[in-house]
Nanobody, 119 residues
């Protein structure tokens, strides 16, 4: 089994920065990609940014140039550096680990961490 523990959320003023971390423990071999999603009240969960095993990243258009996703393979940890935060980015942020699990892949999710951006 895999356990994901998120940290780094909280309250920040508009224009400020936060850094989220998510560490995986347990059966962490064969990680495919890691990433972050967010869900605002009454809305669907959307991709924020993710990074694959070869280091390629995929960012939502709304965060390009402001957010940076990175991974530390040795620590089984994914990070999300968020700069120039906006009030509309207030949401619960979830980390996601996707593992190779024959014959396909399998997703694991963190418990979610609140990010609140005040205006």
């Amino acid at each position: 089994q895999v356990r994901l523990v998120e940290s780094g959320g909280g309250l920040v003023q508009a224009g400020g920065s936060l850094r989220l971390s998510c560490a995986a423990s347990g059966s962490t071999i064969s990680i495919n990609r890691m990433g972050w999603y967010r869900q605002a009240p009454g809305k669907q969960r959307d991709l924020v940014a993710r990074v694959t095993s070869d280091g390629s990243t995929n960012d939502a258009d709304s965060v390009k140039g402001r957010f940076t996703v990175s991974r530390d393979n040795a620590k089984n940890t994914v990070y999300l550096q968020m700069n120039s935060l906006k009030p509309e980015e207030t949401a619960v942020y979830y980390c996601n680990f996707n593992f190779y699990s024959w014959p396909g892949t399998r997703d694991f999710w963190g418990q979610g961490i609140q990010v609140t951006v005040s205006s």
